[in-house]
Every structure is written in structure tokens, then in C-alpha cells.
């Protein structure tokens, strides 16, 4: 019986997560949870043979869950599924030891390859990330300013350039508007800028937004 935790915080992909599952793989059994405490307190309990993690979860994105999961569970492997571009988060979540990256709108049959991959053993990777790594690799010397920001810094700059207000971000984030207040300060600080609307540019220039 293979184990997988689907933790997002929308029912609806959960859903859908374990109808394709269920119909594509043997004997799978899985389970959901909704944020990231719920899925760190099944971990705790359990264990899984494959873990699906969003990275928009509320009170606590998934990649700052992510090293927590690894340390209670070193071994099972953490496929990150997101709908946020491979090019904002790809990188990052391989670096910390997550074992594939997927956009939320690979088609089904991806899907299915990456977690039987996953569970496996192996890493899964598209071939548009393994471009990007590849590239990067070449280019570290040229390291795009948005690299210097903390995983939920980044979260917040690709809100704020696909166009939501400091109210919405901090309502989807569970946080006081004070507290997106700081981010966005931040995030002006160390990318030396000085408006949103730059914000913006930079961020639509460099593929952080679809």
C-alpha cells in the first residue's frame, strides 16, 4: 500500500489530486491536509511514501514548511506542486532537498510520471527547470536581484506584481497588513527600487508572474 500526503489548501485540487491518483496507481491510499500546520502534525504521526506540497499555504508557505518535513522525515520524498512558474521557485525548493518541482498545469500524464519517479527513488525535474538550473549555472555571477529575497519576501513580490492590493495579500497570507507592510519595504530595500510599479516590471521581465 503506497501512502501519499496532498497537502493544499484547496479542496477542490485535493480532490482532483486524489481522483487521478487513485485511477492511475495501485493499491494508493491518500490523505489531505489543508495548511501547513495539519500537514506537519501528519507527518509527525505518519509515515508517507510520498508527500504533494503547494507552496501558498495559509499562515505558512510550503517551502519554509518543507525543511521541517525533512528533518521529521528525512527519507520521504516531497514533490512540490504549485501554481507559481518553475523560474520563481524551482531552484530553491531543490536546494532544499524537495525531490521535483511541477506547475499546476502540467497535464495529468506529467503528473503521474513525476510521483512514480518520485516515489521511486529518483528527482523529478522538467525540462524547462533542468534548462534554467543548467543556465543559472553558467550565469551565477549574474545573479538575478530576486535571488537575494527569503522565500516568503519572494511570495509577496509575485503577489504585489500580479496585481493584488497589501489588503488581499495579507488576507491570502493570514498576516496583519502591517506585517505585508514590512515585506514589501524590505523587498524595495534590497532589490533598490522604489515604487510597485517597478515591482512590477522587474517582475513580469523576469517570468515571476504569468
Given at each position: 500500500m503506497t501512502r501519499i500526503l496532498i497537502a493544499d489548501d484547496h479542496a477542490v485540487v485535493r480532490q482532483g489530486l486524489i481522483e487521478i491518483l487513485?485511477?492511475?496507481?495501485?493499491?494508493?491510499?491518500?490523505?489531505?491536509?489543508?495548511?501547513?500546520q495539519e500537514a506537519f502534525s501528519q507527518v509527525q504521526r505518519h509515515d508517507w511514501h510520498l508527500i504533494i506540497l503547494d507552496i501558498?499555504?495559509?499562515?505558512?508557505?510550503?517551502?519554509?514548511l518543507l525543511p521541517d518535513l525533512k528533518r521529521v522525515r528525512s527519507k520521504t520524498p516531497v514533490l512540490i506542486l504549485s501554481a507559481h512558474p518553475e523560474a520563481m521557485y524551482g531552484k530553491r525548493v531543490l536546494q532544499a532537498n524537495a525531490s521535483g518541482y511541477l506547475n499546476k498545469t502540467c497535464a495529468c500524464e506529467e503528473l503521474i510520471q513525476?510521483?512514480?519517479?518520485?516515489?521511486?527513488?529518483?528527482r523529478y525535474i522538467s525540462e524547462a527547470l533542468a534548462e534554467k538550473l543548467a543556465l543559472d549555472s553558467l550565469e551565477e555571477?549574474?545573479?538575478?536581484?530576486?535571488?537575494n529575497l527569503s522565500h516568503r519576501e519572494l511570495e509577496v513580490l509575485c503577489m504585489i506584481a500580479s496585481g493584488k492590493t497589501l489588503s488581499q495579500i495579507a488576507a491570502v497570507l493570514h498576516v496583519a497588513l502591517t506585517t505585508v507592510s514590512s515585506y514589501r519595504a524590505r523587498i524595495l530595500e534590497k532589490m533598490k527600487m522604489t515604487s510597485t510599479a517597478e515591482l512590477m516590471h522587474y517582475a513580469l521581465w523576469n517570468e515571476l508572474v504569468q
Amino acid at each position: 500500500m503506497t501512502r501519499i500526503l496532498i497537502a493544499d489548501d484547496h479542496a477542490v485540487v485535493r480532490q482532483g489530486l486524489i481522483e487521478i491518483l487513485t485511477h492511475a496507481l495501485k493499491d494508493v491510499v491518500c490523505s489531505e491536509a489543508a495548511d501547513a500546520q495539519e500537514a506537519f502534525s501528519q507527518v509527525q504521526r505518519h509515515d508517507w511514501h510520498l508527500i504533494i506540497l503547494d507552496i501558498s499555504l495559509p499562515g505558512r508557505s510550503g517551502i519554509d514548511l518543507l525543511p521541517d518535513l525533512k528533518r521529521v522525515r528525512s527519507k520521504t520524498p516531497v514533490l512540490i506542486l504549485s501554481a507559481h512558474p518553475e523560474a520563481m521557485y524551482g531552484k530553491r525548493v531543490l536546494q532544499a532537498n524537495a525531490s521535483g518541482y511541477l506547475n499546476k498545469t502540467c497535464a495529468c500524464e506529467e503528473l503521474i510520471q513525476a510521483v512514480r519517479k518520485v516515489i521511486a527513488g529518483g528527482r523529478y525535474i522538467s525540462e524547462a527547470l533542468a534548462e534554467k538550473l543548467a543556465l543559472d549555472s553558467l550565469e551565477e555571477q549574474d545573479k538575478p536581484l530576486h535571488e537575494n529575497l527569503s522565500h516568503r519576501e519572494l511570495e509577496v513580490l509575485c503577489m504585489i506584481a500580479s496585481g493584488k492590493t497589501l489588503s488581499q495579500i495579507a488576507a491570502v497570507l493570514h498576516v496583519a497588513l502591517t506585517t505585508v507592510s514590512s515585506y514589501r519595504a524590505r523587498i524595495l530595500e534590497k532589490m533598490k527600487m522604489t515604487s510597485t510599479a517597478e515591482l512590477m516590471h522587474y517582475a513580469l521581465w523576469n517570468e515571476l508572474v504569468q
